[in-house]
């Protein structure tokens, strides 16, 4: 899998966008993108995904370079609950030899506040 | 569906005592994943699956041992606990279906303490 690179923290303000940052200028052809979030203590929880094109859930918005060397997770109207370590990694989907181990950087620790 | 569930969830132990970790998923993954915490750290993936009977080592392996004799369950070994151990180990699965989002799903920890 490729690695990646995400600054170890942010500060956002309640109501305004958190845009966080990820370079992953080693993804290869076949790789997609995912972010989770894990909050307090808890088990990361998965975001969103993409692979070449800008993708939005209820969450989230992911978007992905045209070279596909970097992406940004957007939450549109953080809340204090956003506060968490976002994670971001890239892997294949075919899951076969290395594509199977899963590895997570030390992602970015964001801060909503008031 | 319980999705992933680790057992137990904490545990303190004493150095040189052995213990297992176990990992059960009923949504039919076939990879699976053992993670380890340390404070204010990211995840260290330490062994992983991608199928019954086999394991394979992650970033962390040394002291710790596997095995995933049923596709369900993951378990994850410590034959001489040392403090250094001490972590939040996270379990997680994932599906080799295309089809799906590729999402891992991820336990709610298990909190070890060796003292």
């Known amino acids: 899998d490729a690695k990646t690179t995400q600054p170890p923290s942010m500060d956002c303000a309640e109501g305004r966008a958190a845009n966080l940052p990820c370079n992953h200028s080693t993804i290869s052809g076949n790789e997609y993108v995912y972010w989770y979030r894990q909050i307090h203590s808890q088990g990361p929880q998965y975001i969103i995904h993409?692979?070449?094109n800008n993708e939005t859930n209820e969450m989230a918005s992911l978007i992905i370079t045209e070279d596909r060397k970097s992406s940004t997770l957007i939450l549109p109207h953080a809340t204090l609950r956003d506060t968490a370590v976002y994670y971001c990694?890239?892997?294949?989907?075919?899951?076969?030899?290395?594509?199977?181990?899963?590895?997570f950087g030390t992602g970015t620790r964001l801060q909503v506040t008031l | 569906n319980a999705g992933v569930t680790q057992t137990p969830k904490f545990r303190v132990l004493k150095t040189g005592q052995s213990m297992t970790l176990l990992c059960a998923q009923d949504m039919n993954h076939e990879y699976m994943y053992w993670y380890r915490q340390d404070p204010g750290m990211g995840l260290r993936l330490i062994h992983y699956?991608?199928?019954?009977?086999?394991?394979a080592k992650g970033e962390v392996p040394d002291g710790y041992n596997v095995s995933r004799l049923k596709k369900q369950n993951f378990l994850l070994g410590l034959e001489s606990a040392a403090p250094s151990q001490t972590s939040v180990y996270f379990c997680?699965?994932?599906?080799?279906?295309?089809?799906?989002?590729?999402?891992?799903?991820f336990g709610e920890g298990s909190r070890l303490t060796v003292l």
């Open positions: 997680a699965s994932l599906t080799r279906r295309l089809a799906d989002t590729g999402e891992l799903f």
């Open positions: 699956s991608v199928g019954e009977g086999t394991t």
């Open positions: 993409g692979l070449k």
């Open positions: 990694i890239v892997r294949g989907q075919k899951y076969t030899g290395t594509a199977s181990k899963l590895t």
